[in-house]
């Protein structure tokens, strides 16, 4: 094909509403092409406990403790860093939580190696009642690129009656990449408008769930929930993520408390079964050896990162007994069992049930226990703990 010809067919293939040609399905902009990680500030800190001291110190610790070499980069201040907006209308962060400024703040976490990441909202005021970018999005998107963002989350409170989420967020998109910064689009409307249906050309991410909630199993009014519940949520929704577009079940609470050791490695397992992105929600500058455990297993994160992104699915369900299987970029399966029940269970997970032969004899290897398992034909049984996980992979 001729130079000219080539270009008059991608110009079309680009052009929505061409009769016959595919519309885009996953925004290109170089980034998240595995799904992002790092740390972020609310789950711990909140509105009152976030400040320039604490995401010092976290991107120091991060860049000490193991946390960066394992694959953590992004380092995102979430709600209550800014607190109005200038004469000319350019967003101010507030000047006690952040003295030294946004740009200080990102080129000090720059300079650790890490990468910088900030939040606003769609609406006129963020969740927590801060500035939010509605009608200033150009303005704020050139900021965030001036002081060195590389992560944008965008939230969904006080958006107006009738505002669309689609088009809410494809004119932030758009504002980010008149910047020219390549910058990680994290879309945060809870699941409400299903946008695994429309978010695959916007963002690199958006929010399949409500708040987690640092819990097993809990559920709130205003749509906060526990692990438990966001399991049930993330199945099904499989179909929709891929390299540069993920579902997110939120960020995670391993390292808060309100879990077992047992729960949080399900928790932990689980986001991993899901290419979910891997936000440490936690107070990193003070880790228990069991949190950092968790957090720094590298091949429980190798899964999450696997280069094929196809995320996991729940193969099997016998009462509180679940099988999920997550394909692998060498022909392997991630494989885990998981005990949803109050007592310990023997849970199976099939080879047909992840789409293997059962006269397949496939190397087995359990990823908490570090431990070769041999060579399994037809199935893979292992007793599981109350609310526990049996995380494998299975190699042909
Ligand atoms: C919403 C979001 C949370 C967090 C808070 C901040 O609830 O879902 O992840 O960003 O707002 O106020």
Not at 85 to 102: E, L, S, T, Y
Not at 132 to 140: K, L, M, N, R, V
Request: hydrophobic share 40%; with cysteine.
């Amino acid at each position: 094909m001729q130079a000219w010809l080539a270009r008059v067919v991608v110009v079309l293939c680009l052009m929505p509403g061409v009769v016959g040609l595919a519309p885009a399905v996953a925004l290109e902009n170089g980034v998240a092409r595995t799904p992002p990680m790092g740390w972020n500030s609310w789950n711990k800190f909140a509105c009152a406990g976030i400040n320039e001291k604490v995401v010092r110190e976290t991107a120091d610790q991060m860049a000490s403790n193991g946390m960066k070499e394992a694959g953590y980069q992004y380092v995102v201040i979430d709600d209550c860093w800014q607190v109005g907006r200038d004469k000319i209308g350019n967003i101010v962060a507030d000047p006690d939580k952040f003295p030294a400024g946004m740009k200080a703040t990102a080129d000090y976490v720059h300079g650790k190696g890490l990468k910088f990441g900030i939040y606003t909202d769609a609406g006129t005021m963020t969740c927590a009642k801060r500035p939010g970018s509605i009608g200033h999005e150009y303005q704020d998107a050139q900021q965030y690129a001036n002081w060195g963002v590389d992560y944008l989350k965008e939230d969904w409170c006080n958006t107006l009656p009738g505002q669309s989420s689609e088009a809410s967020y494809t004119l932030m998109r758009d504002a980010l990449a008149a910047t020219g910064r390549p910058i990680v689009f994290s879309l945060c409307e809870w699941g409400s408008t299903k946008p695994w249906i429309w978010a695959g050309p916007v963002g690199n991410l958006w929010r399949s769930t409500g708040d987690i909630l640092d819990c097993w199993s809990c559920k709130k009014d205003w749509g906060g929930e526990g692990v438990s519940q966001i399991l049930d949520h993330m199945n099904g929704l499989e179909g929709f993520a891929g390299p540069g577009h993920w579902n997110d079940p939120d960020m995670l609470e391993v390292g808060n408390g309100g879990m077992t050791k047992v729960e949080y490695r399900t928790h932990f397992s689980m986001w991993a079964m899901f290419s979910a992105p891997l936000l440490a929600g936690n107070d990193v500058s003070h880790m228990s050896a069991d949190t950092r455990e968790i957090l720094l297993n590298r091949e429980v994160i190798a899964v999450d990162q696997d280069s094929l992104g196809m995320q996991g699915r729940r193969v099997r369900k016998t009462g509180d007994s679940e099988v999920w299987s997550k394909q692998l970029a060498n022909g392997g399966r991630a494989v885990a069992l998981v005990n949803r029940g109050a007592a310990a269970a023997k849970i199976t997970a099939m080879w047909e049930d992840v789409g293997y032969p059962s006269t397949l004899a496939a190397a087995v290897r359990d990823l908490w226990a570090a431990k070769d398992e041999g060579r399994r034909t037809a199935s893979y049984s292992a007793e599981v703990p109350s609310h526990g996980v049996i995380l494998v992979t299975v190699l042909p």
